[in-house]
């Protein structure tokens, strides 16, 4: 195998799959099955094989001339492998917990294929190298999930969807406007460590900062930025496997990972320092973060508050990145893997009881650790990383956070982390409670029995391994190729240069 | 072979949690529960200062090892949970539903074991927040309405707590700890915000060791928690609040923090306010709870001068460890004998050597924590508090001769407001399995004085002057139970049948309505306090609180019981709204300062 075209070979790894499944016919599920699932489990290898060369300081490139004047480039660093490992492990969770989810439904071959697409975009957007194929997979992203969210084909889902796509088009033209105003400034700009627009006259200066609002403001739709996030909580008709996905890689974390494409390889964290593009950032993300919380504490729907839950924390990746100097950073990346894992963990656990239970409400959930103990017990860690609680993924971002936000100079930041702190347990201590602490008081909705466990392996198993690495992650935080050392390797990156 | 000891304290305690998480496995963990803590036991008597253990896979790198300090106060924690997890076995508030407490309870075991070995910031915080956490389940285990609003009371203080150490870590983490505990004490002492952080670490673990003003959640708790659990809160999750404090405060440091004084005072408040209010309360262990908010009063007060003491280091750090560690196991063996009179009162023996010890009488660990505490307070200039102590201990006397009557006439009282415990468990409970338990722990606590370490003051109150300042606290501390006991304060209506069935009756719903109950008669001047501000509506309400409770009990009337009560739920509310209060106040003064 050619290792230097390992960017191609990891974005071909659910391309290609996902073209296969189209062509598969519906009721081939063994065949759908194995496709699906040593797609990604190669994939997995794919990427690590590329993180492992990374570390090592190989960086792989691949590129080819779009038009003249823009390149295709897809270029596998560290930044790169960071937001890929994420999604290669989540979507080989995801993957094993939709088969088990969609068992028996109709059009799963749709499904499925669409799937594959919206990984190859989260793949492409990860690997993308310069501004403009970032934004080619952005977009294919939006298209790719379209289809996911509406997937029940119900009014509400179609209604869902709609309100989606405005938001989504309508961002992802303020970015094109963003990225074709930026090459007019600069040319044709390369993501590279430190940034590369420092050299640009100090003239352009201003419509620097027009350009990063507009980038941001694009980029903040998918990453729902208080007020950009209209969609999201809409969004939950979508089935829980897509929404596991929607909140904890595709599309909301594409939005993150585009922000901090944007501020740390574009602009540079210490040219957006320097234009005094940060504060304005960081009061968005703190805004986000507080309004996010506080919505989340009235909804009764489980999917509902997990999704205002997201906006929230999603934030904090944002906040991180707004926040000058290498901790803040550090926090930054972390997060953007430690909430991937734990808000999988939720929503894998939402469905479960939706599934099991028939259960959609948190009022409805009294009793529900004596009946599904594994899930509730996954549930209740991740919540509890959520909240920030040590030793699980959640505390180590935090405690990045608030240490880089008092070297960045900015203790404030800490007050929005405490409050959110307090307020993320204000809405998830009550349903822990709730799951194990009240007695059952009526019948379970719509009780479905699985045999031997509480609920279908296919459902369980993705559930309690993304609940163990919510553990790992924290515990052992300093493990080599840990998500920790990982974010400190970006760090240090980021800011010798 | 030392290194494996201090890695199976917290190691066993952790695996057992792990068995506890499938079903099947629980009741065998549940027969092994007094024993999960002898690894830590062993490795607090054996494993020498030097034996360090650390991983560089571990979040902020574990480093494990046992000072003088955790070696003393892990002793009397592995102790009292070894005491505990039998009385999880035998009492009948828990035996039969043993299998759902195994979980909890082992992972309590492990977190408090895990702070109590661990030097570093991320392995301390994260032990002692398992435990926080998974000291809820264990105070609901009952399952009844007052439980429940304990257990949300518990949670609200436990959260903010958590929230004042975060804060308090990560500031001292900027200042140049980095992550070591030890660290946090030089950044205190050398960094530039030294009241701000000690504030934070000195209400986030009050909250745990019952500082006054944050130590609202305690009585309810202590009263609903079953009693295998009183005994581990009361006994050993407590220490690792004081271990906290002993871990990151500059003690002895030559920076005086202007927090002393305060510090001070608010314990002497929290040592004699206790006393008074905890005479006042009907149940056994609700008493013991006000006279662990007493003695944690002590502890503060003796923290207090540590803090502003110049070079004093070791004596007091001495003084409060083995004040500390005397206390659990006392308080453990009490919290075990009251369960023992409860159901059966001819075990009333059971309680008094105990009892002795905690008032401090010559020969006990009480006289050899009591003595060491006057030595250090005398050396280092604070003389003018020992007559404030000896008072402190006259309360404790009362308090203890009060908790002695409610458990032996605890058929016969009736509990009003969130004290009422809903009785069928303790009405219906099977043949005791006590006796054997309590004697045991009351010969721990004999045996306590042998291995405390006495090299402060060589002297356990054999001498004829310090018994002598030992024993007339108790003498009087007895003459004036004896005189309440002939008045008969507010008790013998309360033992009058016809409120029985209306107190039963209230039982259920009391809970729900003790919290939302203002009293009218203080509604207005407490709510214009409130607004005056968080920490002025504090120092009001104890003192309205304080006086209303002597004029009640001079009047001795059966309302007396209920009213305290209720304006004891309105300062439960209160104070955890003012806590965040102060808590954002602090961190208002880090962003201005």
């Given at each position: 195998m050619n290792l230097g075209a390992l960017p191609v070979w990891v974005l071909a790894s659910s391309l290609l799959p996902a073209v296969l499944i189209f062509l598969l016919p519906e009721r081939t599920r063994t065949a759908r099955t194995t496709l699906n699932l040593s797609a990604a489990t190669l994939k997995i290898v794919l990427v690590g094989v590329m993180t492992w060369r990374v570390a090592q300081g190989q960086l792989t490139e691949v590129r080819f001339e779009m038009f003249p004047g823009a390149d295709f480039v897809l270029r596998a660093d560290a930044m790169a492998c960071l937001f890929a490992g994420l999604s290669a492990v989540l979507w080989l969770f995801t993957t094993i917990y939709a088969i088990g989810y969609l068992e028996g439904a109709p059009n799963r071959s749709r499904f499925f294929g669409f799937f594959s697409m919206c990984v190859a975009s989260t793949m492409g957007i990860s690997l993308a190298g310069n501004l403009i194929t970032f934004l080619v997979f952005y977009e294919l992203l939006t298209l790719s999930t379209y289809p996911l969210v509406v997937h029940r084909g119900s009014a509400k889902?179609?209604?869902?969807?709609?309100?989606?796509?405005?938001?989504?088009?309508?961002?992802?033209?303020?970015?094109?406007?963003?990225?074709?105003?930026?090459?007019?400034?600069?040319?044709?700009?390369?993501?590279?460590?430190?940034?590369?627009?420092?050299?640009?006259?100090?003239?352009?200066?201003?419509?620097?900062?027009?350009?990063?609002?507009?980038?941001?403001?694009?980029?903040?739709?998918?990453?729902?930025?208080?007020?950009?996030?209209?969609?999201?909580?809409?969004?939950?008709?979508?089935?829980?496997?897509?929404?596991?996905?929607?909140?904890?890689?595709?599309?909301?974390?594409?939005?993150?990972?585009?922000i901090v494409r944007v501020?740390?390889?574009?602009?540079?964290?210490?040219?957006?320092?320097?234009?005094?593009?940060?504060?304005?950032?960081t009061i968005a993300a703190s805004a986000t973060i507080i309004w996010g919380s506080l919505r989340a504490l009235w909804q009764d729907d489980l999917k509902r508050r997990l999704a205002y839950s997201t906006i929230s924390q999603v934030s904090y990746i944002a906040l991180g990145v707004s926040l000058f100097g290498p901790v803040g950073t550090v926090g930054a990346l972390v997060h953007l893997l430690h909430q991937g894992i734990m808000k999988v963990t939720l929503f894998y656990c939402a469905g479960n009881y939706a599934e099991t239970l028939g259960v959609h409400k948190i009022s409805e959930l009294d009793g529900a650790g004596k009946r599904m103990p594994l899930t509730s017990a996954a549930f209740t860690i991740a919540a509890f990383g959520m909240i920030g609680v040590p030793p699980l993924?959640?505390?180590?971002?935090?405690?990045?956070?608030?240490?880089?936000?008092?070297?960045?100079?900015?203790?404030?930041?800490?007050?929005?982390?405490?409050?959110?702190?307090?307020?993320?347990?204000?809405?998830?201590?009550?349903?822990?409670?709730?799951?194990?602490?009240?007695?059952?008081?009526?019948?379970?909705?719509?009780?479905?029995?699985?045999?031997?466990?509480?609920?279908?392996?296919?459902?369980?198993?993705?559930?309690?391994?993304?609940?163990?690495?919510?553990?790992?992650?924290?515990?052992?935080?300093?493990?080599?190729?840990?998500?920790?050392?990982?974010?400190?390797?970006?760090?240090?990156?980021?800011?010798?240069? | 072979?030392?290194?494996?000891?201090?890695?199976?304290?917290?190691?066993?305690?952790?695996?057992?949690?792990?068995?506890?998480?499938?079903?099947?496995?629980?009741?065998?963990?549940?027969?092994?529960?007094?024993?999960?803590?002898?690894?830590?036991?062993?490795?607090?008597?054996?494993?020498?200062?030097?034996?360090?253990?650390?991983?560089?896979?571990?979040?902020?790198?574990?480093?494990?090892?046992?000072?003088?300090?955790?070696?003393?106060?892990?002793?009397?924690?592995?102790?009292?949970?070894?005491?505990?997890?039998?009385?999880?076995?035998?009492?009948?508030?828990?035996?039969?539903?043993?299998?759902?407490?195994?979980?909890?309870?082992?992972?309590?075991?492990?977190?408090?074991?895990?702070a109590a070995v661990a030097h570093d910031i991320g392995g301390f915080y994260s032990g002692f927040a398992v435990m926080s956490?998974?000291?809820?389940?264990?105070?609901?285990?009952?399952?009844?309405?007052?439980?429940?609003?304990?257990?949300?009371?518990?949670?609200?203080?436990?959260?903010?707590?958590?929230?004042?150490?975060?804060?308090?870590?990560?500031?001292?983490?900027?200042?140049?700890?980095?992550?070591?505990?030890?660290?946090?004490?030089?950044?205190?002492?050398?960094g530039q915000d030294p009241e701000l952080i000690s504030a934070l670490l000195l209400t986030g673990f009050g909250v745990?060791?019952?500082?006054?003003?944050?130590?609202?959640?305690?009585?309810?708790?202590?009263?609903?928690?079953?009693?295998?659990?009183?005994?581990?809160?009361?006994?050993?999750?407590?220490?690792?609040?004081?271990?906290?404090?002993?871990?990151?405060?500059?003690?002895?440091?030559?920076?005086?923090?202007?927090?002393?004084?305060?510090?001070?005072?608010?314990?002497?408040?929290?040592?004699?306010?206790?006393?008074?209010?905890?005479?006042?309360?009907?149940?056994?262990?609700?008493?013991?709870?006000?006279?662990?908010?007493?003695?944690?009063?002590?502890?503060?007060v003796l923290l207090g001068v540590a803090l502003s003491a110049f070079g004093a280091r070791t004596e007091l750090l001495a003084a409060i460890t083995v004040f500390a560690a005397h206390h659990g196991i006392t308080k453990g063996a009490l919290f075990v004998s009251i369960d023992a009179i409860e159901s059966q009162s001819r075990h009333w023996p059971l309680f008094v050597l105990p009892a002795l010890a905690l008032t401090g009488a010559p020969l006990t660990s009480g006289a050899l924590s009591k003595l060491m505490m006057k030595h250090a307070v005398y050396d280092v200039g604070w003389s003018w508090l020992s007559p404030w102590l000896s008072v402190a201990a006259i309360g404790t006397t009362v308090l203890m001769a009060?908790?002695?009557?409610?458990?032996?006439?605890?058929?016969?009282?009736?509990?009003?407001?969130?004290?009422?415990?809903?009785?069928?468990?303790?009405?219906?409970?099977?043949?005791?399995?006590?006796?054997?338990?309590?004697?045991?722990?009351?010969?721990?606590?004999?045996?306590?004085?042998?291995?405390?370490?006495?090299?402060?003051?060589?002297?356990?109150?054999?001498?004829?002057?310090?018994?002598?300042?030992?024993?007339w606290p108790i003498v009087a501390g007895v003459g004036v139970s004896a005189l309440l006991w002939q008045r008969d304060v507010g008790l013998r209506e309360a033992r009058s049948n016809n409120h029985v069935a209306m107190a039963t009756a209230r039982d259920t719903d009391t809970a729900a309505t003790v919290t939302q109950d203002v009293p009218p008669s203080l509604s207005a001047a407490m709510r214009y306090a409130r607004l005056a501000s968080g920490a002025v509506a504090h120092a009001a309400s104890a003192v309205l609180e304080t006086s209303r409770a002597i004029a009640l009990g001079a009047v001795a009337h059966v309302e007396s019981f209920a009213d305290p009560e209720r304006s004891e739920a309105w300062l439960r509310r209160h104070a955890s709204f003012s806590f965040a209060l102060l808590l954002l106040l602090l961190l208002v003064a880090l962003i201005v300062r």
């Open positions: 889902a179609l209604a869902a969807g709609r309100v989606y796509l405005t938001y989504t088009i309508a961002g992802g033209a303020a970015l094109l406007l963003g990225v074709a105003l930026l090459y007019g400034v600069a040319g044709d700009i390369e993501f590279q460590e430190a940034g590369s627009l420092r050299a640009v006259s100090e003239s352009s200066w201003p419509m620097l900062r027009v350009i990063f609002a507009l980038l941001i403001g694009g980029l903040g739709v998918k990453a729902a930025l208080v007020p950009l996030h209209g969609w999201l909580p809409r969004a939950m008709v979508a089935p829980a496997p897509v929404s596991a996905l929607l909140h904890a890689v595709a599309v909301v974390k594409a939005g993150a990972f585009g501020v740390y390889d574009v602009y540079g964290i210490e040219f957006a320092q320097r234009l005094a593009l940060l504060l304005p950032l993924a959640g505390f180590v971002s935090k405690w990045y956070l608030g240490v880089g936000a008092l070297e960045a100079g900015m203790p404030w930041v800490l007050v929005v982390l405490v409050l959110s702190s307090v307020l993320n347990a204000a809405y998830f201590l009550p349903i822990v409670i709730r799951l194990w602490f009240r007695e059952q008081t009526a019948q379970w909705p719509e009780e479905r029995t699985y045999g031997r466990w509480e609920t279908s392996a296919w459902l369980l198993i993705p559930t309690v391994s993304t609940a163990f690495f919510t553990i790992a992650a924290g515990v052992l935080a300093s493990f080599p190729f840990s998500p920790l050392q990982w974010a400190i390797l970006i760090a240090r990156r980021a800011y010798l240069s | 072979m030392n290194t494996i000891l201090l890695v199976s304290a917290v190691m066993v305690p952790l695996l057992a949690a792990f068995g506890g998480l499938f079903a099947f496995a629980r009741p065998h963990v549940a027969r092994l529960l007094p024993f999960l803590p002898l690894p830590a036991l062993l490795a607090a008597i054996v494993v020498p200062e030097a034996t360090r253990v650390s991983s560089s896979w571990l979040l902020f790198s574990g480093n494990w090892s046992l000072d003088t300090t955790r070696a003393t106060l892990l002793t009397a924690m592995s102790l009292v949970w070894c005491i505990g997890g039998w009385h999880a076995l035998t009492s009948a508030e828990t035996r039969d539903r043993l299998p759902s407490l195994v979980l909890p309870w082992t992972a309590a075991l492990a977190g408090n074991m895990w956490f998974a000291a809820y389940a264990l105070i609901v285990h009952r399952d009844t309405a007052g439980a429940r609003t304990a257990g949300r009371v518990y949670l609200v203080f436990t959260v903010l707590g958590e929230m004042a150490i975060l804060c308090g870590l990560l500031i001292a983490s900027h200042d140049g700890a980095g992550d070591s505990l030890e660290g946090v004490a030089a950044a205190i002492s050398t745990k060791c019952a500082l006054l003003g944050v130590h609202f959640w305690l009585p309810a708790v202590y009263t609903n928690a079953p009693s295998p659990v009183r005994v581990v809160l009361g006994g050993a999750m407590i220490n690792a609040g004081v271990l906290g404090w002993l871990a990151t405060l500059p003690i002895g440091s030559s920076v005086a923090t202007p927090l002393a004084l305060p510090l001070v005072i608010a314990g002497l408040v929290a040592a004699l306010g206790a006393a008074l209010l905890g005479v006042m309360k009907t149940r056994a262990a609700t008493v013991l709870a006000y006279s662990s908010i007493s003695q944690m009063g002590l502890i503060s009060r908790a002695l009557w409610c458990a032996v006439h605890h058929h016969t009282i009736t509990h009003t407001g969130t004290y009422a415990v809903d009785d069928t468990t303790s009405s219906s409970r099977g043949p005791s399995r006590h006796p054997m338990l309590a004697i045991t722990s009351t010969l721990l606590v004999a045996a306590a004085v042998l291995w405390l370490p006495r090299d402060a003051t060589g002297s356990i109150g054999a001498s004829g002057s310090d018994a002598l300042a030992l024993l």
